[in-house]
């Protein structure tokens, strides 16, 4: 009888732990209007680069990977925004999910990619971001509040893009 109780008492503790574990894995996950979640990632010059330190400037977040013909299309497309609005106050961080830094780092080589390319290969700030495509974006403002998500790529994406920031960077 009493191992029963002791069985019942150690049962409702373990859900109770992996509830509110739930709870807090499920509110960081990212919709409009909410805190983006902070996250520090090597680039591929081996600076950490911190999302909270860029407070005050839009930040374009995309995940990618070497393997997805979206995203090589869309990479591009990204850093002529960066370079166009980068003065304005777009800082755009390319995170990288290949396992594989260095091939990440010879594609944006190869596509003479100028963006801030992180890595993350352990692909926590992945799940953190709930990234169940690619490519994914999502646009934060300057209060750190995630304002657009975006999952996948058409060609053409990039202009909504380009309306979203240029609203963020008015306000």
């Known amino acids: 009888m009493k191992s029963c109780r002791s ?14 574990y739930a709870a807090q894995v499920f509110a960081a996950l990212p919709t409009p209007g909410s805190a983006a979640p902070d996250f520090t990632l090597k680039g591929t010059n081996g600076q950490n680069v911190r999302l909270k330190e860029q407070r005050g ?10 393997w997805c013909a979206p995203c090589r299309q869309e990479l591009p ?19 990288s999910v290949d396992e594989d830094g260095g091939k990440a780092d010879a594609m944006a080589r190869q596509l003479g990619l100028k963006l801030t390319v992180l890595h993350d290969r352990d692909k926590l700030v992945a799940k953190r971001y709930d990234v169940d495509a690619m490519p994914a974006t999502v646009i934060v403002d300057r209060k750190g509040q995630v304002r657009f998500v975006h999952r996948g790529y058409r060609a053409g994406y990039e202009k909504t893009y380009e309306q979203q920031i240029r609203e963020l960077l008015r306000e």
């Open 57 to 66: 400037q839009v930040v374009l977040i995309n995940f990618w990977a070497t």
């Open 77 to 95: 497309a990204l850093d002529k925004l960066q370079t166009q609005y980068g003065k304005a106050g777009l800082r755009l961080l390319a995170v």
């Open 7 to 20: 069985l019942r008492r150690s049962l409702a503790v373990a859900l109770g732990v992996a509830a509110l």
